[in-house]
């Protein structure tokens, strides 16, 4: 965690700031987040984060106290006054301390500035195994901070040996906990739409492979495992991640396709330029 975050109406030092223990967020799980990073000291698809986070907001009927034009000037201040290079920001959006402990009240906002995780090379260039969990979360298009299922499923990612777990639901593929899921068949690139959180970088990578691929956005069935050719999960810190095992299935042949390659270059050299 860098030393300053943003709370209220204010940036101060991390370790003096203090929400009360009667938040909504504490006590009942309830509150919306967004969560980006930047590349070259610069907020990537911010406008896109800021987007899903004000419509995650409004449906958890929680009014944000800042404009989106004031978010981005806290944004801006938090990178001078940390002397960021790169980092994560997660802007957090709870529904505050009311009197009979239920009702959404007054907000409490803040904005933290994260190191960013970094994965070993090896799941980039030898991809990773997934784990499948039956699973629908609840709201599903909404970024809350219910992160409970993921949570409790870490130790069994861990025993599977797996990089993460695969959400499924009656049949069809979702999404991991953190990411989303993407297949090619041939030159056709597909991901399901529904029952999920349509991820900023999701939306990216698609745009950017229309140019090169055909776009399917359609369920994924679970029995579709062992006739794709390549499959990987994107996010905005997992980028694009090849994925060559779900469970006891390996993807074709084990080894990292040369479309998942090709979409890996294009989008480092999109942040890259960015």
Do not use: W
């Not at 990537?44 to 978010?71: C, G, Y």
């Not at 009979?100 to 960013?116: C, K, R």
């Not at 810190?237 to 090709?262: L, M, Y």
Request: net charge negative; charged share 25%; hydrophobic share 40%.
């Amino acid at each position: 965690m860098y030393p300053f975050c943003y709370l209220n109406g204010e940036i101060i030092p991390v370790k003096e700031a203090k929400i009360e223990l009667s938040d909504l967020g504490l006590l009942r799980g309830y509150g919306v987040f967004d969560f980006f990073r930047t590349y070259n000291n610069k907020p990537f698809l911010l406008d896109d984060h800021l987007d899903r986070f004000t419509q995650s907001a409004k449906e958890m009927q929680i009014e944000i106290p800042v404009t989106v034009d004031e978010i981005k000037a806290i944004i801006d201040e938090l990178i001078s006054k940390n002397e960021i290079n790169e980092a994560g920001f997660r802007i957090v959006l709870t529904a505050g301390s009311p009197d009979d402990g239920f009702s959404v009240s007054t907000p409490n906002f803040f904005i933290l500035v994260e190191q960013l995780h970094k994965y070993p090379d090896h799941v980039f260039v030898e991809g990773v195994k997934l784990a499948t969990h039956e699973h629908l979360r609840h709201l599903s298009h909404i970024k809350t901070t219910n992160y409970i299922i993921p949570i409790l499923m870490q130790k069994y990612a861990d025993e599977q040996n797996a990089f993460d777990i695969l959400y499924t639901f009656e049949g069809n593929i979702l999404e991991t906990t953190r990411s989303n899921f993407f297949v090619f068949y041939g030159k056709t690139l597909v991901t399901p739409k529904e029952n999920i959180l349509i991820g900023r970088t999701r939306n990216f990578i698609l745009k950017m492979a229309a140019e090169h691929f055909e776009i399917e956005e359609r369920p994924i069935s679970t029995k579709e495992i062992n006739s794709v050719d390549e499959a990987f999960i994107s996010g905005s810190t997992r980028r694009v991640t090849p994925v060559v095992a779900i469970d006891d299935a390996t993807i074709k042949d084990g080894k990292v396709g040369t479309n998942t390659r090709f979409l890996q270059e294009l989008f480092e050299k999109h942040v890259n330029e960015f």
